[in-house]
Structure formats: structure tokens, C-alpha cells
């Protein structure tokens, strides 16, 4: 399938998506500077003139009536507040903070890379690839959020595509969640707002966060593994289920949740895949999609080791190397 419109892929990314708050981004794991890492590292490997064709600005925050799309207005009232975002990011500290100031450091970051994704999904539809350098906040569902995701990005945006008439409601969405984690929020979500369409493939280590036997119910095609799972029966897996998603899905749209903590060592995952399995995977996921001619927005969630960037912009090298000069 051949795609026209803006450069592909395209990298959808704002500087406000980076965390900083009196140094209490630092009282959880995950690197709150991950996604300008990963991008200057990218740029080192493909030049800045060759990185500026591909960046897309994201200059504005997700508005209430993106959020309200997937969120019930008692939880967007309520993120608003410092208790809840403590709850939600795991950081009991941001507790004590003004309401306005947990939420213009802290909400501030997780609503702009819900507009990434937002932006990233309509450009996937127009070029056939896309990723956000932020999101994947897979375990916010319809009412509540945890894990460190506060809203439900990849959701959002399809009912943003829905409402824009970019997406019919019955065509088929193909979510495939690769972070660590069960992805227990986009299934909740999906439920809760009976999206069908949604054909959700989730692997993830079975004996860690969130253990969601609800969410797991509205998984189509789950592969919980077992702790200390490495690259052979990882990818093996991968490579034989993958393929049946994309069939059972009859997508039009796929998005790729690629977590690295998959990645042996990291501190919260639990599984124990190399550094070169984990760039075998999203090069496996992004070339099945596009042999099976279907647009792939990809969001590098969860990640908890000092190499998660330098993951993430492999992968980024990998889709710019192999598509930014072919018509896919």
C-alpha cells in the first residue's frame, strides 16, 4: 500500500514532554527525560538536517473534549488535584504540592503527549508510519488511572480519529501492547466503553503489575509470561502470534506499544530479553505491519534502565534508515 502526505516516518515530539519538578521526577524509575534523550541520540546517528525533515512539533496540550472522549468527567475533575496525581504517578510527595503546581509540571507533560499521540495517529494514517516520542500510558482506563499513565492516550486518539470521521467505528484497530506490563487500562477502557473494534494482543510478564484478571478478560489474544522469560521463547512467540492478530484483527490501524522494561535488568519488568532482542522485536512488529499494508502509530511507554533512550532511538534509526526515502 502507498501512502502521500508529510515525511515518513514522522516523529511527533515537544520539549515540554521532559519532566522537572524540584527534582521529585526522580522518586520514580522511569527516566522523565527519556524521549530528549532518545531523540539526541537519534540526531547524532542521522544528522540534525536529516532529523528536522521527519520532527513534528507538538505545541499544544489534549483539550477537555479529546479527554472526555475515553474519561469520565469525575476523574478529569479529580487529576486536576495533587492527591490524585500523587496516586496516579506513584510519588507520594507530589501530595504536598499546590493543586496548580503538581498539575502544570506534572499534568502538563502526560496532556501534550496525549496530543502527540493524538497528532501521531492521523499522521500514521497519511504516511503509513508514526511515532510519538511520548505515551503509551497503557493502565489509565475510563475512571481511574495508575502506573504512572494518567490518561488513556492510544484510546483517545482513536475515538479522536472516530469523532473526526478519520476512522470509521467498525473498522478494526489492531493494539499491540509489548510493554512488560499487562496493558490493564486499554483493556478496562475498551470494555468500559464497549470498543469492539478494538483488537487488543498483549504480551507481558505475568507475575508483576497490574495482575488484572477483569482487564485481562477483555484481552483478544494475551501471552502472559512467566518471570525471567529471554530472547529465544520471547521472539518465538512473537513471531507465531503476531501474525494471527493481525488476521484475526482485519485492521486498518495498528498501534505498537513498545516498552522496553522488557529489557534484562530493568528494575520493574521482570522479563529478561537482550538489547538486541528487544530492537529484533520493533523491527519485527514495524515490518509485519507494513508488509500487511496497515498504518502504524508506535509509542515507547514503559522503560526503567539508563539505556531505555538509546532503545527507543534504535528503533527510531531502524524506521527512518529503512523508510524515509521508499513509498510504503
Not at 473534549?65 to 496516586?87: E, N
Not at 496516579?88 to 502526560?110: H, I, K, Q, T, Y
Amino acid at each position: 500500500m502507498a501512502f502521500a502526505g508529510a515525511q515518513c516516518p514522522s516523529l511527533h515530539y515537544s520539549a515540554g514532554y521532559n519532566i522537572g519538578l524540584l527534582g521529585l521526577e526522580k522518586l520514580h524509575p522511569f527516566d522523565a527525560n527519556r524521549s530528549r534523550r532518545a531523540l539526541r541520540v537519534l540526531g547524532e546517528r542521522i544528522g540534525r538536517r536529516a532529523l528536522s525533515r521527519h520532527l513534528t512539533p507538538v505545541t499544544r496540550e489534549a483539550r477537555e473534549d479529546d479527554l472526555i472522549l475515553v474519561h469520565s468527567a469525575a476523574y478529569l475533575a479529580s487529576v486536576s488535584q495533587s492527591r490524585t496525581i500523587a496516586q496516579v504517578l506513584e510519588v507520594a510527595a507530589v501530595e504536598r504540592l499546590p493543586d496548580w503546581l503538581s498539575n502544570r509540571w506534572l499534568g502538563r507533560p502526560m496532556r501534550l503527549a496525549v496530543q502527540g499521540t493524538i497528532e501521531a495517529a492521523r499522521s500514521a494514517l497519511k504516511t503509513g508510519l508514526a511515532v510519538n516520542l511520548a505515551g503509551g500510558f497503557h493502565h489509565a482506563s475510563h475512571d481511574r488511572g495508575g502506573g504512572f499513565c494518567m490518561y488513556s492516550d492510544a484510546i483517545i486518539a482513536v475515538r479522536a480519529l472516530q469523532r473526526d470521521q478519520l476512522l470509521g467505528n467498525s473498522i478494526g484497530v489492531l493494539y499491540i501492547d509489548l510493554d512488560a506490563h499487562q496493558g490493564n487500562g486499554v483493556a478496562r477502557a475498551c470494555a468500559q466503553l464497549d470498543m469492539t473494534e478494538v483488537y487488543i494482543f498483549d504480551m507481558y510478564c505475568r507475575d508483576i503489575y497490574p495482575g488484572d484478571d477483569v482487564a485481562a478478560d477483555r484481552i483478544d489474544l494475551a501471552v502472559p509470561l512467566q518471570m525471567g522469560t529471554g530472547d529465544h521463547f520471547y521472539l518465538e512467540a512473537l513471531r507465531q502470534l503476531l501474525p494471527r492478530a493481525i488476521t484475526q484483527s482485519r485492521a486498518s490501524l495498528a498501534i505498537y506499544n513498545a516498552g522496553t522494561d522488557v529489557l534484562a535488568g530493568d528494575p520493574l519488568g521482570g522479563l529478561n530479553v537482550s538489547g538486541n532482542g528487544v530492537m529484533e522485536r520493533d523491527r519485527y512488529v514495524i515490518e509485519s505491519c507494513r508488509a500487511a499494508g496497515i498504518p502504524l502509530l508506535v509509542l515507547p511507554s514503559g522503560g526503567y534502565t539508563h539505556t531505555s533512550h538509546k532503545l527507543i532511538a534504535a528503533m527510531l534509526v531502524h524506521a527512518v534508515e529503512r523508510y524515509a526515502t521508499a513509498k510504503i
